[in-house]
Nanobody
Framework: QVQLVESGGGLVQAGGSLRLSCATS????????MGWFRQAPGKEREFVAT???????YTADSVKRRFTISRDNAKNTVYLQMNSLQPEDTAIYYC?????????????????WGRGTQVTVSS
C-alpha cells in the first residue's frame, strides 16, 4: 500500500505561482514514475506531468512552459512548480503513483492516488 499526501494548493491571482508537494510513504520500492493530474469541475481528469525514478520528465503541452515537475528521492517527495498561473489552471490537483504498466499519460495506469489539493486562480 502507498499513501500519497498532496499539499501546497490555494488561492492565487493570475500570474502568480504555487508549488505543490506530494509526500509518499508506505512501500519500500519506489514506483517507476510519479505523476500529477488535475480535474476541473465538469471535466475529465487530465495529465499534467510525470517524472520517472531516473528523472525523465513528461509535461503536458498546455503547461510545458509554465509547470515543472521534480522529485527528491531522499525525501520521497514529488513537486510541481507552477508559474504564470491562469484561471484555466483552476482544478483539483492529484498526485499519483504509476503502476509500472501502460502509459504515463493515462490516469487508468496509475495505481495509487492522493486526495488532491485545490488550486484556484482568480482573474
Amino acid at each position: 500500500q502507498v499513501q500519497l499526501v498532496e499539499s501546497g494548493g490555494g488561492l492565487v491571482q493570475a500570474g502568480g505561482s504555487l508549488r505543490l508537494s506530494c509526500a509518499t510513504s508506505g512501500r519500500t520500492d519506489s514506483p517507476d514514475a510519479m505523476g500529477w493530474f488535475r480535474q476541473a469541475p465538469g471535466k475529465e481528469r487530465e495529465f499534467v506531468a510525470t517524472i520517472t525514478w531516473s528523472g525523465i520528465t513528461y509535461t503536458a503541452d498546455s503547461v510545458k512552459r509554465r509547470f515543472t515537475i521534480s522529485r527528491d528521492n531522499a525525501k520521497n517527495t514529488v513537486y510541481l512548480q507552477m508559474n504564470s498561473l491562469q484561471p484555466e489552471d483552476t482544478a483539483i490537483y492529484y498526485c499519483a503513483a504509476h503502476s509500472g504498466r501502460g502509459s504515463y499519460f493515462s490516469p487508468a495506469d496509475y495505481e495509487y492516488w492522493g486526495r488532491g489539493t485545490q488550486v484556484t486562480v482568480s482573474s
